[in-house]
């Protein structure tokens, strides 16, 4: 959940010019009310060069997630800074670099090489040295390589600082429109079909906004599960190639959610994000929860097995529970 805290004015707020309260005020009024200096990149960057930079750290970075101008002027700042960068492939991370004129060493850092390229960090930030760790976009550890190098490195005594920045899950979500209080966010789903029912059968009942990550290859499958799964009235957001020439923002029921996907072929292309809406607040829990403990036991027992296990789990009766689980194995 993403707690939203309430922003209040601050103390310079009185100082605001009369004319502002009902025109929109000009960089240069406010400026001269606040004794601010006017905004300007290099003032900017002047004030970013003046941060700390602690050596021996390992600096969360995070990357645009297509269009190269959305990165922060202090992860520009630190990259240029930094003694090296642990990226998921070097020649993305190179390609970048070179567009922001920047050149540094580069130590790929991917999923298979996870835990022996920690080790290698590790004695370059005990010589000192400041590290950058990036992925292919967005921010690291989130769907992406990165959280066993952060823990390795957390668990070594050293220090690990993040960079705020771009997150494909953030800004689908600030585009979607859902009221949803809160959101979950599962990333990507398994690729195989009876462990992918199992996880959408374990998200069926909450309440909170649902947000995955999927490749252009599987989407029709997964919203094929989704579809057998959720309330075919639930909101679907897909965003497809977020900031990219080509972006596509689409909501609709999930009942029309597969047509509108066959109506264009360049829809299964481009990395997705998908929000589903959360479960309706008056859904029957019971049922969720049978359903629930029931498709996680099927896949590891006979059904017969799977409703009494089911009964002694939830307490509900075992007729019934082997009735349901006939039907959920019909559905799948």
């Known amino acids: 959940m993403i707690d939203r805290p309430d922003r ?63 990165i922060t002027l202090r992860a520009l ?14 020649r993305n991370t190179g390609h970048l670099l070179t567009r922001y004129g920047l050149h540094k060493t580069l130590i790929a850092a991917h999923q298979h090489n996870e835990r022996e390229v920690a080790e290698r960090l590790i004695e370059r930030l005990q010589a000192g040295q400041r590290i950058a760790l990036v992925s292919d976009a967005g921010t690291p550890a989130v769907s992406d390589p990165g959280a066993r190098i952060v823990d390795a490195v957390r668990t070594a005594g ?49 309440t909170a906004a649902l947000v ?50 066959a109506a264009g072929g360049h829809r299964e292309k481009g990395e997705y994000v998908v929000i589903v809406e959360g479960a309706p607040v008056d859904v029957d829990s019971d049922r969720i929860e049978a359903d629930r403990v029931l498709t996680i036991l099927m896949a590891q027992c006979p059904l017969k097995q799977a409703a009494a296990l089911a009964a002694l789990i939830t307490g509900q009766k075992k007729n019934a529970l082997y009735e349901r689980a006939l039907a959920l194995k019909d559905a799948t």
């Open 8 to 70: 209040t004015a601050s103390a310079d707020s009185d100082a605001m010019p009369p004319a502002a309260t009902d025109r929109t005020a000009t960089v240069s009024e406010i400026a001269a009310a606040t004794g601010t200096p006017a905004f300007s990149i290099a003032t900017l960057m002047q004030e970013v060069a003046r941060q700390e930079h602690p050596t021996g750290a390992l600096y969360v970075v995070a990357t645009p997630i297509g269009n190269t101008a959305d």
């Open 158 to 206: 050293l220090r690990v600082i993040p960079l705020p920045g771009a997150s494909a899950a953030i800004t689908a979500l600030s585009a979607s429109g859902l009221l949803d209080a809160q959101f979950h966010f599962a990333g990507f789903l398994p690729s195989k079909a009876a462990q992918r029912d199992t996880a959408l059968m374990a998200l069926r009942g909450m």
């Open 212 to 261: 995955f990550y999927e490749a252009p290859h599987r989407i029709a499958d997964t919203v094929a599960a989704m579809q057998m799964h959720f309330e075919p009235t639930r909101q679907i957001v897909f965003a497809r190639e977020l900031t990219k020439l080509f972006e596509e923002l689409h909501r609709c029921p999930l009942a029309e959610a597969g047509s509108w996907l």
């Open 77 to 90: 700042n630190l990259l240029s800074l930094v003694d090296a960068v642990a990226c998921e492939d070097t």
